[in-house]
């Protein structure tokens, strides 16, 4: 079957350089009831959810993504990312402000700084994204009009990344970091290019997706000439992967950007094989690699939209073995309070004695592995300590 990439078409009165001008897309956001009674014809669960969502997390998305949505169907997948609902409100199960402890003050060092592993920091740019996804996992801080980090903080987050040698990869995240201007971006890359010790920096954002006409020739040449960047985008649904928005991954692409992509298992939007296999290698095909699958967080207000961990186990073993290892994403599991990445796969073990391991394989092949014999002369590992020492230690430089 031939892949389909269609063409978005507005919904709104615009000449084409509005529609193609992110910043009009930004500008015309939709952000009230109103707004969004323009574009669509809103269920009761809907209108509900925007009288209730104030105190919850606000709504706004850009034109361009709303124009994916059905303008009729409540349960529309893009639709039920975009458009609050009165189940944000009823909360049945776990639910958090901050599900992955972000704000506890030994993850949180600095105004806008997360450190939770040795090796990389999370820099939040600014709490301002382009579509306001209803399952987003930090709502403590995304949506609040904080806008671009203040000088002060700014200066101090990076005299902490200049201080603390471990840190080789910068993420920068929000909200969303590419809602900030050419210039702000340009200056955030070329100051943390000062730092000699930070190897990588990666830029974690929605604009593809949701403003594809974002990723202009400016910006790729920005973030190629402070390589190596990797882009991490955000899609969810094949049907977000448009003409535009594969013109918008491969033009990073052909400036040399990396592009991976982290998707979001969810209830109604994408939980199931066929939709996550059609993403994939709708993805693979436009040159982005499929990286994360992840389990929803029990954010506040997402619970209508969670999956179960077993639901979600079921999806990954049914494309095992239909997708390739390159479109195949990890599936991940953020441990709630803090505790981390957990990546969860299927379980082929089916039992072992010894050395003898049985496996039944994805299509039901079952044999057995030996392992070596533990009579082997063992390898002189002291003598490489040393060695292996300084290799982890080494900066990654050409
Ligand atoms: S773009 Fe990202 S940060 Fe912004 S609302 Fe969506 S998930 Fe949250």
Same mark, same amino acid.
Request: glycine letters at 4%; one cysteine or more; aromatic letters at 8%.
């Given at each position: 079957?031939?892949?389909?990439?269609?063409?978005?078409?507005?919904?709104?009165?615009?000449?084409?350089?509005?529609?193609?001008?992110?910043?009009?897309?930004?500008?015309?956001?939709?952000?009230?009831?109103?707004?969004?009674?323009?574009?669509?014809?809103?269920?009761?669960?809907?209108?509900?959810?925007?009288?209730?969502?104030?105190?919850?997390?606000?709504? !706004?998305?850009?034109?361009?993504?709303?124009?994916?949505?059905?303008?009729?169907?409540?349960?529309?997948?893009?639709?039920?990312?975009?458009?609050?609902?009165?189940?944000?409100? !009823?909360?049945?199960?776990?639910?958090?402000?901050?599900?992955?402890?972000?704000?506890?003050?030994?993850?949180?060092?600095?105004?806008?700084?997360?450190?939770?592993?040795?090796?990389?920091?999370?820099? %939040?740019?600014?709490?301002?994204?382009?579509?306001?996804?209803?399952?987003?996992?930090?709502?403590?801080?995304?949506?609040?009009?904080?806008?671009?980090?203040?000088?002060?903080?700014?200066? !101090?987050? %990076?005299?902490?990344?200049?201080?603390?040698?471990?840190?080789?990869?910068?993420?920068?995240?929000?909200?969303?970091? %590419?809602?900030?201007?050419?210039?702000?971006?340009?200056?955030?890359?070329?100051?943390?290019?000062?730092?000699?010790?930070?190897?990588?920096?990666?830029?974690?954002?929605?604009?593809?997706?949701?403003?594809?006409?974002?990723?202009?020739?400016?910006?790729?040449?920005?973030?190629?000439?402070?390589?190596?960047?990797?882009?991490?985008?955000?899609?969810?649904?094949?049907?977000?992967?448009?003409?535009?928005?594969?013109?918008?991954?491969?033009?990073?692409?052909?400036?040399?950007?990396?592009?991976?992509? !982290?998707?979001?298992? %969810?209830?109604?939007?994408?939980?199931?094989?066929?939709?996550?296999?059609?993403?994939?290698?709708?993805?693979?095909?436009?040159?982005?690699?499929? &990286? &994360?699958?992840?389990?929803?967080?029990?954010?506040?207000?997402?619970?209508?939209?969670?999956?179960?961990?077993?639901?979600?186990?079921?999806?990954?073993?049914?494309?095992?073995?239909?997708?390739?290892?390159?479109?195949?994403?990890?599936?991940?599991?953020?441990?709630?309070?803090?505790?981390?990445?957990?990546?969860?796969?299927?379980?082929?073990?089916?039992?072992?004695?010894?050395?003898?391991?049985?496996?039944?394989?994805?299509?039901?092949?079952?044999?057995?592995?030996?392992?070596?014999?533990?009579?082997?002369?063992?390898?002189?590992?002291?003598?490489?300590?040393?060695?292996?020492?300084?290799?982890?230690?080494?900066?990654?430089?050409?």
């Amino acid at each position: 079957m031939k892949l389909q990439f269609s063409s978005v078409s507005p919904r709104v009165a615009c000449t084409p350089e509005e529609w193609n001008d992110w910043r009009w897309q930004f500008r015309m956001s939709l952000k009230s009831e109103e707004d969004f009674g323009r574009y669509f014809s809103l269920a009761p669960e809907e209108v509900q959810g925007f009288h209730s969502q104030k105190n919850i997390f606000r709504a !706004q998305t850009t034109p361009y993504y709303a124009s994916l949505a059905d303008q009729k169907n409540p349960f529309d997948p893009i639709r039920l990312i975009l458009m609050p609902r009165v189940e944000e409100t !009823q909360s049945l199960h776990q639910e958090m402000l901050d599900p992955l402890g972000e704000r506890k003050p030994e993850n949180h060092p600095r105004e806008r700084l997360i450190h939770r592993y040795s090796d990389r920091v999370l820099f %939040l740019l600014t709490d301002l994204c382009s579509v306001y996804c209803r399952y987003c996992t930090r709502k403590h801080f995304t949506a609040n009009d904080h806008a671009f980090v203040r000088n002060n903080d700014y200066l !101090q987050a %990076l005299d902490y990344i200049r201080t603390h040698s471990g840190i080789r990869e910068v993420i920068l995240s929000g909200g969303d970091p %590419l809602t900030i201007s050419d210039s702000h971006l340009e200056r955030v890359l070329s100051d943390l290019r000062t730092i000699e010790h930070v190897e990588i920096i990666r830029i974690h954002t929605r604009m593809p997706v949701v403003a594809p006409m974002r990723i202009s020739e400016d910006l790729c040449r920005i973030i190629k000439k402070h390589k190596p960047v990797y882009l991490i985008t955000h899609f969810n649904h094949p049907r977000e992967v448009t003409v535009e928005s594969a013109m918008a991954v491969e033009k990073l692409v052909d400036h040399g950007v990396p592009v991976l992509n !982290q998707m979001v298992l %969810l209830n109604g939007v994408n939980n199931h094989a066929a939709i996550v296999q059609a993403l994939s290698r709708r993805l693979l095909y436009v040159r982005v690699k499929p &990286y &994360y699958m992840f389990q929803c967080d029990p954010s506040l207000g997402s619970d209508h939209l969670r999956t179960s961990i077993e639901e979600s186990l079921r999806i990954q073993r049914e494309l095992w073995g239909h997708v390739s290892g390159l479109a195949m994403p990890t599936y991940i599991v953020d441990i709630p309070e803090g505790g981390g990445k957990a990546a969860l796969t299927p379980n082929f073990l089916t039992g072992h004695q010894g050395s003898v391991h049985r496996f039944k394989g994805w299509d039901g092949v079952e044999a057995e592995y030996h392992s070596p014999s533990d009579t082997r002369p063992p390898m002189d590992l002291e003598s490489y300590q040393d060695e292996w020492n300084e290799l982890k230690n080494s900066k990654a430089s050409l």
